[in-house]
Structure formats: structure tokens, C-alpha cells
């Protein structure tokens, strides 16, 4: 079946442009998570969604960055007056949030690449 | 806090012999242990979750775990040089929130 899609795959942006990254979790599946990854680093948690809601933003870096979902499906994590730090991979992954042990499990989208000059 | 303890490595393992990836966790209530494996440039890939005290194989991967000790590790027999890859634990399921609190994954090299 359909795994998680992301797009785009790779971005490039000059400094102070805003971006937006798109992901489209696994049908079925409530929660959707945004992770981001630097080079050699491990996954550092953004933001995570429970339908449509947010219970925990605490991740974001700053209020440069935002995220919503709407219909309890796509969600868009958008960068405002992008920085040289921002520059990472960002990862989206969804899991099922029901009532099973299963529920917990992860899985991760290809990821969006992003680069700011 | 949560917290997930993990050699970063590299662990380094001849071709054909078993690799020990080790985790250690900090809360005694979580009841969902996952193993992921992050090959350079690709995202993470669940390969193996484990929910009860004890031993789970999957092919050539056996996940432990042992909440008592809060310690979960997995072994990979036969390494292949495929193998070669960021070997990352999580672990959730006290709450409602169906986060997974993550570590830092070990690196490891399966030498020919």
C-alpha cells in the first residue's frame, strides 16, 4: 500500500524566503509527526498531530516555524524568513493512534531536503 | 525527562558474525519498544517492535527486552555488509500521546 509521501524531495531557498513542506501520512492513519534532521545528528522532534489538533508543539525552534493539518490528513509545516540553520532534513511520519499495541509504530515519509543559501 | 541511552558508535563487526546493538530507557511504564535501521541518506525503517518481556525473532534479528532492567537490544546474526547502517530504539506507549521518546542510534560497520 501507500507509505507516507512528502514533497517536495529537495529544496533549495535563498535566506528570508519563506518554504513550505508537505506531507501526506499513511490512509487511516490519525497521528502525523514532524521530525527534523541534521547531518550526522539524530531526529529532533517538531511537532505532532492528533487529527487535526497539535497536543504538542513544543519542538518548533522559534515562531519562524508553524504547521497545521487539515482534514485530518495533510499537513504543511511552513518556515517563515528561512535561516542558514534551517538547513536539514525534514522528516514526517504518521501511526495509527488507535487502540493497539501496533498504534505506536512510526513510519517515516523520504523526507524533504532542505537548503538555504 | 524521558530519555533513551545509545552508543553512537561506530560499532564495527566482522562479516558474518553477530552484531549487539544496546538501548537503555528511563521510564519503567513504557510499553512499546521499537528498533529502526537508517541506511546514510534514507529515512528511518521500522524493523522490529517488541511489547513483552523476553525474546523476539524476526529472521536473522532477535529483539530483547527486559523492563525489570529497562534495557532492550537487538542482535543481528550472519552481519551482512547491507547491514551496515544507524540502528535507532524508541520507545512510548505510557500515554495517550503515541509519541516515541527516541535515541541517538548506533552506527554500525559490517566489515568483509
Known amino acids: 500500500g501507500a507509505g507516507v509521501s512528502q514533497s517536495p524531495s529537495n529544496k533549495v531557498t535563498e535566506k528570508g524566503k519563506d518554504v513550505e513542506l508537505r506531507c501526506d501520512p499513511i490512509s487511516g492513519h490519525t497521528a502525523l509527526y514532524w521530525y527534523r534532521q541534521s547531518l550526522g545528528q539524530g531526529l529532533e522532534f517538531l511537532i505532532y498531530?492528533?487529527?487535526?489538533?497539535?497536543?504538542?508543539k513544543s519542538g518548533l525552534p522559534s515562531d519562524r516555524f508553524s504547521a497545521e493539518r487539515t482534514g485530518g490528513s495533510v499537513s504543511t509545516l511552513t518556515i517563515q524568513r528561512t535561516q542558514q540553520e534551517d538547513s536539514a532534513v525534514y522528516l514526517c511520519a504518521s501511526s495509527l493512534a488507535g487502540g493497539r499495541q501496533s498504534s505506536y509504530e512510526q513510519y517515516f515519509g523520504p523526507g524533504t531536503r532542505l537548503t538555504v543559501t | 525527562q524521558k530519555e533513551v541511552e545509545q552508543n553512537s558508535g561506530p560499532l564495527s563487526v566482522p562479516e558474518g558474525a553477530i552484531a549487539s546493538l544496546n538501548c537503555t530507557y528511563s521510564?519503567?511504564?513504557?510499553?512499546?519498544f521499537f528498533w529502526y535501521r537508517q541506511y546514510s541518506g534514507k529515512s528511518p525503517e521500522l524493523i522490529m517492535s517488541?511489547?513483552s518481556n523476553g525474546d523476539k525473532e524476526d529472521g536473522r534479528f532477535t529483539a530483547q527486552l527486559n523492563k525489570a532492567s529497562q534495557y532492550v537490544s537487538l542482535l543481528i546474526r550472519d552481519s551482512q555488509p547491507s547491514d551496515s547502517a544507524t540502528y535507532l530504539c524508541a520507545f512510548g506507549g505510557t500515554d495517550s500521546n503515541y509519541q516515541l521518546i527516541w535515541g541517538a542510534g548506533t552506527k554500525l560497520i559490517i566489515k568483509p
Open positions: 517488541i511489547y
Open positions: 498531530f492528533q487529527g487535526n489538533s497539535a497536543p504538542d
Open positions: 521510564d519503567r511504564v513504557s510499553q512499546s
